[in-house]
């Protein structure tokens, strides 16, 4: 091809953009503008780079025309000869114009030299490869959250490379299932859940081994999950191995895990078919988190859980030959059940749990011992009555004791006279510790201080209002970090797990703040409005009213629950994603 005029033929040019809008499935309008844009940039290498040359394509009869424009300036404003035109000039040639208008010359055809040629090409391929492009991001990222399928192109760095029909996406390793081989043209089906935007063109990311997968699924098996009747509230999958998914129904007369599982398990079966065998725990879904922390345990049996809300940790406690089927294999059962509920699962054993209770009732008994100056029978059936501390014997109501068999008015006096004294000795003696390690008085004067309190400041080395100002919350409550092998352990702070809730904690220290003169008192009254803001209630659905009136929506569960009698509940950067590995699950905490 040595020269293209111009002027060639115009129902071919309509033809040739129509065919290549088809072919990269963008509007031909696209095309056309390319096709112009090429026309000009060649028009200035002949004429000139310095002149305002425009070319247009009627895009329905095809007629080119080439023209050349001089914008009319005011005369104090010239500057460019080629592109501009000053008033009094252009006057003279049409008196209609007006600064900012534009007067027009046409310009003859001309022949595309073979550099020209080929350099047009280039410009209308980069136009049309970026309006491909373009199309493909908005075509897809409208799409995120769907299962979308398509045909493996190719696999390398085990990244899976998928053709999409119109665009390619690509498995990544780590969003693949394990142990899972593709080959070219095999189809496959896969989530949708990016599409980036990059130099080279859209990047589409799939995934295979996302929860969200299994739970598209599901909508695309099940009909009550597809429209609303059943809810997945929560979905965690060990991928290629075990999954678990949290089901509701939100019509009383079905069954949301019968509904899952289908006739003879063919719905699924269908969706264990697809993800290459994986196996499928559906757990019943409730409001109450206790229930649901025992139901994800299944098939393990929980004998009592004690929640820890402020840190979303939870002691299980199963039998003895339940605590490898709770753990499952290499912690995959406790592992997938705090995935699934959100929360931190500790198991424990009923003969670790008893023996720590028998710790715990000795310790109890020998401090009664020792603070009462009772007998060991006394001290004995007091921990069992569940007193715990001195404290609680000591300002107890009397009738709390009289209902205890054997006790009558003059015990009772008696030995709440014995608790106090001893409360008094002790802080006495910490006072005296408390001077001896240098805590200032001002100290004691804080809201919430005692001497044993105070002691422990001491030992840490805080002594000043100012030293208790720079607290922060964790240094009195204790914290969560790493261990040496990746597992969270606790680090005890000022006082003992448990001692002080951490938002108490932040209201002494500002209080100390105040009272060091860090901050205004009108500080703390802000903190406690943002705390009440943030702990309003939510407007409860008419669905959750209803099952708040049924008293299976419990938004405060106790402390410890006994749950014995619940029963049953090629545009593809692959060297750059080849650097990239996929994140190790956490351990369990055993």
């Not at 509904?259 to 697809?274: D, I, N, T, Y």
Request: net charge negative.
């Amino acid at each position: 091809m040595s020269a293209i005029g111009v002027s060639a033929n115009r129902l071919e040019i309509l033809q040739i953009a129509k065919a290549v809008a088809e072919e990269k499935s963008i509007d031909q309008s696209i095309v056309i503008e390319a096709m112009q844009e090429a026309i000009e940039k060649a028009a200035k290498a002949k004429y000139g780079q310095e002149h305002d040359i425009r070319a247009t394509i009627d895009p329905v009869t095809g007629e080119q025309t080439l023209l050349r424009v001089l914008t009319v300036v005011p005369d104090e404003e010239f500057e460019d000869e080629a592109k501009q035109l000053r008033l009094a000039e252009a006057k003279k040639i049409d008196a209609s114009l007006e600064i900012g208008g534009e007067l027009t010359e046409e310009l003859p055809p001309f022949d595309f030299g073979r550099v020209a040629a080929q350099t047009a090409k280039q410009v209308i391929m980069q136009k049309v490869r970026d309006a491909e492009r373009e199309r493909q991001y908005n075509e897809y990222k409208d799409r995120v959250g769907e299962v979308i399928s398509g045909v493996v192109k190719r696999v390398e760095y085990g990244h899976v490379i998928v053709d999409l029909g119109r665009a390619e996406g690509i498995i990544r390793r780590n969003d693949g299932i394990p142990r899972e081989n593709f080959q070219p043209n095999d189809r496959v089906r896969a989530y949708l859940y990016k599409v980036s935007r990059e130099t080279k063109g859209p990047q589409i990311f799939l995934s295979r081994a996302a929860p969200d997968f299994m739970v598209r699924l599901f909508a695309q098996e099940v009909p009550e999950v597809y429209e609303g009747v059943i809810e997945i509230k929560a979905c965690a999958r060990d991928p290629g191995s075990r999954a678990k998914i949290g089901v509701i129904s939100n019509d009383s007369s079905i069954d949301p895990v019968g509904a899952c599982v289908g006739m003879r398990g063919a719905r699924v079966q269908a969706v264990v078919g697809e993800l290459s065998g994986e196996k499928i725990d559906i757990i019943p879904w409730s409001y109450d988190d206790a229930t649901f922390i025992v139901n994800a345990l299944q098939p393990a049996e929980v004998s009592k859980v004690v929640l820890d809300e402020e840190e979303r940790r939870v002691e299980v406690v199963v039998a003895d030959d339940q605590f490898p089927l709770a753990i499952g294999r290499r912690g995959q059962n406790v592992r997938l059940a705090s995935q699934l509920t959100g929360w931190q699962i500790d198991l424990i054993t009923e003969s670790a749990d008893s023996e720590r209770y028998q710790r715990e009732f000795q310790e109890r008994t020998e401090l009664f011992m020792k603070a009462l100056d009772a007998d060991e029978t006394l001290a004995q059936l007091l921990a069992s009555e569940g007193f715990e501390t001195v404290e609680e014997i000591a300002y107890v109501a009397p009738e709390d004791f009289i209902s205890i068999e054997g006790f009558d008015e003059d015990v009772a006096a008696e030995l709440q006279e014995r608790a106090r004294e001893f409360l008094e000795r002790l802080a006495a003696e910490n006072d005296a510790k408390r001077k001896e390690l240098g805590v200032e008085d001002a100290v004691m004067e804080l809201e919430g201080m005692n001497p044993s309190f105070a002691v422990r400041l001491g030992e840490e080395g805080v002594q000043t209002l100012d030293d208790v100002a720079g607290l922060v919350p964790d240094d009195i409550t204790g914290w969560r970090e790493p261990g040496p092998d990746g597992k969270p352990v606790w680090v005890e702070g000022i006082l003992k797990k448990g001692e002080m809730r951490k938002d108490d904690a932040q209201m002494f220290i500002m209080k100390a703040r105040v009272a060091a003169g860090w901050i205004e008192a009108d500080a703390i009254d802000q903190m406690i409005a943002a705390q009440k803001e943030a702990e309003a209630p939510q407007e409860l659905t008419e669905e959750e009213r209803a099952l708040l009136a049924l008293n299976t929506l419990d938004g405060g569960a106790d402390e410890e629950i006994d749950l014995g009698d619940l029963g049953d509940l090629g545009d593809i950067d692959l060297e750059a994603l080849a650097a990239e590995g996929g994140d190790d699950e956490a351990a369990p905490e055993e």
